[in-house]
Protein backbone atom coordinates (compact mmCIF):
# COMPACT_ATOMS: atom_id res chain seq x y z
CA UNK A 1 0.00 0.00 0.00
CA UNK A 2 1.63 3.40 -0.84
CA UNK A 3 -0.21 6.29 1.18
CA UNK A 4 2.26 9.81 1.02
CA UNK A 5 0.61 12.66 3.27
CA UNK A 6 2.90 16.00 3.50
CA UNK A 7 2.88 17.57 7.03
CA UNK A 8 4.24 20.78 7.17
CA UNK A 9 4.83 22.81 10.54
CA UNK A 10 3.47 26.09 10.33
CA UNK A 11 5.35 28.81 12.54
CA UNK A 12 4.47 32.16 12.76
CA UNK A 13 7.59 34.01 13.54
CA UNK A 14 10.74 33.34 15.61
CA UNK A 15 10.83 34.50 18.99
CA UNK A 16 14.31 34.78 20.47
CA UNK A 17 15.68 31.00 20.20
CA UNK A 18 12.58 29.09 19.22
CA UNK A 19 9.92 29.27 16.41
CA UNK A 20 6.35 30.12 17.41
CA UNK A 21 3.65 27.88 16.62
CA UNK A 22 -0.07 27.80 16.77
CA UNK A 23 -0.89 25.08 19.23
CA UNK A 24 -4.07 24.43 18.47
CA UNK A 25 -3.70 24.96 14.15
CA UNK A 26 -1.49 22.47 14.02
CA UNK A 27 -2.78 19.99 16.67
CA UNK A 28 -5.63 20.02 14.38
CA UNK A 29 -4.05 19.74 11.36
CA UNK A 30 -2.11 16.55 12.47
CA UNK A 31 -5.14 14.47 13.37
CA UNK A 32 -6.82 15.70 10.00
CA UNK A 33 -4.16 14.81 8.09
CA UNK A 34 -2.75 11.87 10.37
CA UNK A 35 -6.52 10.12 11.17
CA UNK A 36 -6.68 8.03 8.10
CA UNK A 37 -3.51 6.38 8.94
CA UNK A 38 -4.40 4.45 11.98
CA UNK A 39 -2.38 1.23 12.27
CA UNK A 40 0.58 2.85 10.35
CA UNK A 41 3.98 4.09 11.38
CA UNK A 42 4.05 8.02 10.14
CA UNK A 43 7.97 8.83 9.21
CA UNK A 44 8.40 12.45 9.73
CA UNK A 45 11.28 14.44 8.69
CA UNK A 46 12.20 17.32 11.25
CA UNK A 47 14.36 20.44 10.67
CA UNK A 48 12.30 21.72 7.49
CA UNK A 49 8.71 24.18 8.24
CA UNK A 50 7.10 26.64 6.86
CA UNK A 51 6.58 30.32 7.37
CA UNK A 52 3.07 32.32 7.63
CA UNK A 53 3.55 33.30 3.91
CA UNK A 54 4.11 29.56 3.42
CA UNK A 55 7.65 29.62 2.44
CA UNK A 56 10.19 26.72 3.14
CA UNK A 57 12.17 27.85 6.44
CA UNK A 58 14.70 25.72 8.40
CA UNK A 59 14.67 25.36 12.62
CA UNK A 60 18.03 26.20 13.15
CA UNK A 61 20.57 23.94 15.55
CA UNK A 62 19.16 21.27 16.66
CA UNK A 63 16.01 21.63 14.83
CA UNK A 64 15.33 18.30 14.10
CA UNK A 65 15.33 17.44 18.03
CA UNK A 66 13.04 20.58 18.37
CA UNK A 67 10.71 18.99 15.40
CA UNK A 68 10.07 15.41 16.77
CA UNK A 69 9.80 17.18 20.36
CA UNK A 70 6.64 19.46 18.83
CA UNK A 71 5.64 16.74 16.97
CA UNK A 72 5.29 14.57 20.36
CA UNK A 73 3.27 17.37 21.98
CA UNK A 74 1.29 17.49 18.89
CA UNK A 75 0.34 13.82 18.56
CA UNK A 76 0.20 13.89 22.53
CA UNK A 77 2.77 10.99 22.80
CA UNK A 78 3.70 9.09 25.86
CA UNK A 79 7.49 9.00 25.17
CA UNK A 80 10.19 10.88 23.34
CA UNK A 81 13.01 9.29 22.28
CA UNK A 82 16.08 11.10 20.75
CA UNK A 83 18.53 9.42 19.02
CA UNK A 84 22.23 10.86 18.08
CA UNK A 85 25.71 9.68 18.69
CA UNK A 86 25.78 9.54 22.08
CA UNK A 87 24.83 7.19 25.43
CA UNK A 88 22.98 9.94 26.72
CA UNK A 89 23.84 13.42 29.15
CA UNK A 90 26.77 12.88 30.38
CA UNK A 91 28.25 14.05 33.74
CA UNK A 92 30.93 16.45 32.45
CA UNK A 93 32.59 16.79 28.73
CA UNK A 94 33.83 13.30 27.84
CA UNK A 95 36.74 15.09 25.66
CA UNK A 96 37.57 17.01 28.80
CA UNK A 97 37.06 14.53 31.51
CA UNK A 98 37.94 11.17 30.62
CA UNK A 99 36.14 9.80 34.07
CA UNK A 100 32.32 11.26 32.74
CA UNK A 101 29.62 9.10 33.49
CA UNK A 102 26.27 8.86 31.34
CA UNK A 103 23.47 10.34 34.15
CA UNK A 104 20.55 7.51 33.82
CA UNK A 105 17.82 10.27 35.20
CA UNK A 106 17.25 13.87 35.23
CA UNK A 107 14.74 16.28 35.94
CA UNK A 108 13.83 18.75 32.83
CA UNK A 109 15.33 21.20 35.14
CA UNK A 110 18.70 19.38 35.28
CA UNK A 111 18.90 18.91 31.70
CA UNK A 112 17.75 22.41 30.74
CA UNK A 113 20.36 23.59 33.20
CA UNK A 114 23.06 21.31 31.58
CA UNK A 115 21.93 22.34 28.20
CA UNK A 116 22.53 26.21 28.97
CA UNK A 117 25.85 25.64 30.18
CA UNK A 118 27.25 23.94 26.83
CA UNK A 119 25.86 20.18 26.88
CA UNK A 120 25.52 19.46 23.39
CA UNK A 121 23.60 16.48 23.43
CA UNK A 122 19.97 18.40 23.99
CA UNK A 123 19.09 22.05 23.23
CA UNK A 124 16.84 24.50 25.83
CA UNK A 125 13.97 24.74 23.61
CA UNK A 126 14.08 20.98 22.05
CA UNK A 127 12.98 20.77 25.85
CA UNK A 128 10.21 23.23 25.52
CA UNK A 129 7.32 21.05 24.22
CA UNK A 130 7.72 18.14 26.21
CA UNK A 131 7.68 20.43 29.57
CA UNK A 132 4.70 21.60 28.68
CA UNK A 133 3.28 18.32 28.12
CA UNK A 134 4.84 16.61 30.58
CA UNK A 135 6.49 14.07 27.91
CA UNK A 136 9.45 12.25 29.28
CA UNK A 137 12.50 12.33 26.69
CA UNK A 138 15.01 9.61 26.31
CA UNK A 139 18.27 10.09 25.05
CA UNK A 140 19.57 6.98 23.39
CA UNK A 141 22.75 6.29 21.27
CA UNK A 142 22.05 4.98 17.69
CA UNK A 143 25.46 3.81 17.70
CA UNK A 144 24.82 1.73 20.39
CA UNK A 145 21.56 0.68 21.03
CA UNK A 146 21.66 -1.66 23.71
CA UNK A 147 22.36 0.99 25.87
CA UNK A 148 19.62 2.24 27.99
CA UNK A 149 20.44 6.30 27.77
CA UNK A 150 19.45 8.72 30.31
CA UNK A 151 15.80 9.29 31.09
CA UNK A 152 14.56 13.17 31.38
CA UNK A 153 11.26 13.51 33.25
CA UNK A 154 9.60 16.42 35.53
CA UNK A 155 10.96 14.20 38.96
CA UNK A 156 13.98 12.01 38.57
CA UNK A 157 14.73 8.91 40.79
CA UNK A 158 18.22 9.49 42.28
CA UNK A 159 20.34 6.62 41.11
CA UNK A 160 23.33 7.79 43.61
CA UNK A 161 25.43 7.89 40.82
CA UNK A 162 26.13 11.68 40.05
CA UNK A 163 23.74 13.89 41.76
CA UNK A 164 25.40 16.88 44.21
Known sequence: ???KK????????????????????????????????KGFIAVITGF?????????????????????????????????????DVDGVMSADPRLVPEAQVID??????AMELAYFGAKVIHP??????VENKIPVVIRNSFNSRHPGSRIEQESVPSGKIKG
Request: charged fraction near 15%.
Open 1 to 3: MNI
Open 6 to 37: EIWLFISGFGIMFAVLSWIQESQLLLLETGSL
Open 48 to 84: IAADEDGLQTTLGRNGSDHSASIFAALSKASLLTIWT
Open 105 to 110: RLTYNE
Open 125 to 130: QTLGPA
